[in-house]
């Protein structure tokens, strides 16, 4: 059974850090492409961030860009986020989420609250 | 760069026929897949339709998904409606120059 597990979330003040964690289980994570998905609260779903299965090739959406790192580690079967510089507006539950198009399997979140 | 625009919200009665559309603002329909996900309240999103009409294992098929290019638009179709069905669906599509887009989000009430 496919399973992602998000951890490190919590609250952290505008300009703090937070490094989120995702773990994968049940399938070959160094064969697929993963990403990180957010959802503001009582908004809708945005991408994030995408990167490639090797970690060759990565992507952000222009929110982040410059502020968030997305990498990931083959041999723990884990994805990361290094989230910088953080503002209110990032304030979200954030998700990592397995494919490349399309995203066929979804964590099931960690809250991120940016407040001071 | 395009957008997919959904209805806000839309709601039915069990045992019912629904239908919500995702039209893409520019650019064909037809030129990237589009995947449905379903979101229940207080829960992670879901796929019900994957590459435009694909249905995971395990979704019903209840659940159907379509694309028409004189609209411009995709659809998710959900027949014999469920007081389970009710949650927020969002269509999603990608393109090589915007990447990864989702529109904004149907909320589903079943009454």
């Known amino acids: 059974e496919v399973q992602l597990v998000e951890s490190g979330g919590g609250l952290v003040q505008p300009g703090g850090s937070l490094r989120l964690s995702c773990a994968a289980s049940?399938?070959?994570?160094?064969?697929?492409?993963m990403n990180w998905v957010r959802q503001a609260p009582g908004k809708g779903l945005e991408w994030v961030s995408y990167?490639?299965?090797?970690?060759?090739?990565?992507y952000y959406a222009d929110s982040v860009k410059g502020r968030f790192t997305i990498s990931r580690d083959n041999a723990k079967n884990s994805l990361y986020l290094q989230m910088n510089s953080l503002r209110a507006e990032d304030t979200a539950v954030y998700y990592c989420?397995?494919?490349?198009?399309?995203?066929?399997?979804w964590g099931q979140g960690t809250l991120v609250t940016v407040s001071s | 760069n395009f957008m997919l625009t959904q209805p806000h919200s839309v709601s039915e009665s069990p045992g019912k026929t629904v239908t919500i559309s995702c039209t893409r603002s520019?650019?064909?329909?037809?030129?990237?897949?589009v995947q449905w996900y379903q979101q229940r309240p207080g829960s992670a999103p879901t796929t019900v339709i994957y590459?435009?009409?694909?249905?995971p294992s395990g979704v019903p098929d209840r659940f159907s998904g379509s694309i028409d290019s004189s609209s411009n638009s995709a659809s998710l179709t959900i027949s014999g409606l469920k007081t389970e069905d009710e949650a927020d669906y969002y269509c999603?599509?990608?393109?090589?120059?915007?990447?990864?887009?989702f529109g904004g989000g149907t909320k589903l009430t079943v009454l």
């Open positions: 989420a397995r494919g490349p198009t399309g995203f066929d399997y």
């Open positions: 049940g399938f070959t994570f160094s064969s697929y492409e």
């Open positions: 990167i490639s299965s090797s970690g060759s090739t990565i």
């Open positions: 520019s650019g064909s329909i037809a030129s990237n897949y």
């Open positions: 590459e435009d009409n694909q249905r």
């Open positions: 999603q599509s990608y393109d090589s120059s915007i990447l990864w887009v």
